[in-house]
């Protein structure tokens, strides 16, 4: 692993991780024809069907995942905003994607877009961490402080 090692290193001490089959990205892939990052592909082989310190959308859960990348393009244009490039939805929750760019970087930056925000907060729309690793490190700090 190049950019997952911690959460590596989590999942064999906790076991509550559970990742996807090589096979099952390639598919999503194809479908969205699209090329993941690898930091993000390493998160999914090791847990992308589970990953307890946070509820990303189950990888496996395809219906819900295509539906919510799907469903994302339509929430941006009724609130009228407009992302610069390919992306991908790792999470939605209480009107917000989070997501990053299919950009070519290996371990791109995660945005939040808080649709619902749009007008009434200034930062609606922001860097969540510098990279996806981060991203995954984070949470699995966040979730240390609480998994007593």
């Known amino acids: 692993m190049q950019y997952q090692t911690k959460l590596e290193h989590w999942a064999k001490k906790h076991q509550n991780c559970l990742g996807t089959k090589e096979q099952d990205i390639?598919?999503?892939e194809q479908e969205f024809n699209i090329v993941?990052?690898?930091?993000?592909?390493e998160f999914l082989l090791i847990a992308g069907e589970q990953f307890s310190p946070y509820s990303l959308l189950g990888f496996k859960d395809?219906?819900?995942?295509k539906k919510v990348n799907y469903l994302a393009k339509e929430w941006l244009v009724k609130y009228n905003i407009e992302?610069?490039?390919?992306?991908?939805?790792i999470a939605e929750e209480e009107g917000a994607l989070i997501y990053?760019?299919?950009n070519g970087d290996e371990n791109p930056k995660?945005?939040?877009?808080?649709?619902?925000?749009?007008?009434?907060l200034d930062n609606w729309h922001r860097t969540v961490t510098d990279t996806?690793?981060?991203f995954i490190e984070d949470q699995i700090d966040h979730y240390k402080k609480y998994d007593r």
């Not at 395809?62 to 995942?65: D, E, F, H, N, Q």
């Not at 992302?83 to 939805?89: A, K, R, T």
């Open 62 to 65: 395809w219906i819900i995942r």
């Open 36 to 41: 993941f990052p690898q930091a993000y592909r």
């Open 100 to 102: 990053f760019f299919l």
């Open 26 to 28: 390639a598919i999503v």
């Open 132 to 134: 996806f690793s981060e």
């Open 83 to 89: 992302l610069d490039g390919n992306y991908w939805v």
């Open 110 to 120: 995660v945005y939040i877009c808080e649709m619902e925000n749009k007008g009434y």
